[in-house]
């Protein structure tokens, strides 16, 4: 489950399903549930929450938890014939005693735990593809996080899905923010049909709702807190999408797992394959990796990497 000799720790929730504390040897840490195979808290060496969990949000299967960072797949969206999002986040994932090897460098220095989903005979009614769907959770020394996404086909035909890790960053206020690297990119709104627009702005600021998907996107993208003076770092490999997604008043009100005034303390941004899905031939394996670093001072670049079996 790990070698790295930093902490690794399988408790219970209130409601019996696993949970996984990581903890670095500075403090840092991060809770990871078998419950959609999803982040739920990221805390820095002084104990701050990085990531925005509803107040409201749902625990308990077969709901999502309104929070962290859900897994979308085989579905973005409702760009496909299944629930919103596509079904990985509701379901449970097993701890994988045994994965394949990944590169050295994945493990050297991080905590970490690998997670495991398979479909179920109810979901190969819904979307009949065999597959297994790896998924490893690190936290380095330095208190970085990452995601590395492993997906085989196990059938005997090719089949294609979409993919992201919806990540909802917890923030001070959402008109004091501002995302960088997106300048000059294309991309679908959803409140317009998924029309698509080319971005303006040298910075996406927020004074409404926004549901979006940049297209092919650089690989790192930054969030600034301008009150909170803190700054996320997103590096991705292999996902050549970003959502941002911020539902503003109106729609926070009409959702029962999201608090009516929260929408000021949370902003998505999501490394993603949207608009190209993802195919995969017979036997064959996808990886894809989005890390993120959060600073007060400068950035320093985490690892990543991708490659294709």
Known sequence: MNNSGLAVEVSKDRNGTDQILLRNPR?????????GGQVLSWRTDRGEELLFTSSKAIFKPPYAVRGGI?????????????????????????????????????????????????????DLKIWPHSFEFR??????????????????????????????????????????V??????T??????????????????????????????????????????????TFFIKKEGLPDVGVWNPWEKKSKAMVDFGDEEYKQMLCVNGAAVEKPITLKPGTIVMGCASVLATMTNWCDPSCSREVI
């Open 27 to 35: 403090g840092a840490s991060a809770k990871v549930s078998l419950h």
């Open 135 to 176: 998924l490893r959770v690190n936290l380095t020394a330095d208190g970085y996080l990452s995601l590395i996404s492993r997906i085989r086909n196990i059938n005997c035909k090719p089949f294609s899905f979409s993919i992201a890790y919806h990540t909802y960053f917890s923030i001070s206020d959402i008109s004091e």
């Open 185 to 230: 990119l294309d991309y679908l709104d959803n409140l317009y049909q998924r029309e698509r627009f080319t971005e303006q702005g040298d910075a996406l600021t927020f004074e409404s709702e926004v549901d979006r998907v940049y297209l092919g996107s650089r690989d790192a993208i930054a969030i600034f807190d301008h009150e909170r003076k803190r």
């Open 178 to 183: 501002r995302v960088e690297g997106l300048e």
């Open 70 to 122: 859900p897994i979308c797949f085989p579905q973005f969206g409702q760009r496909g014939s299944l629930e919103q999002h596509g079904f990985a986040r509701n379901r449970t994932w097993i701890i994988d005693e045994n994965p394949p090897p990944l590169h050295a460098n994945d493990a050297c220095g991080k905590a970490y735990i690998d997670l495991l989903l398979k479909p179920s005979e109810d």
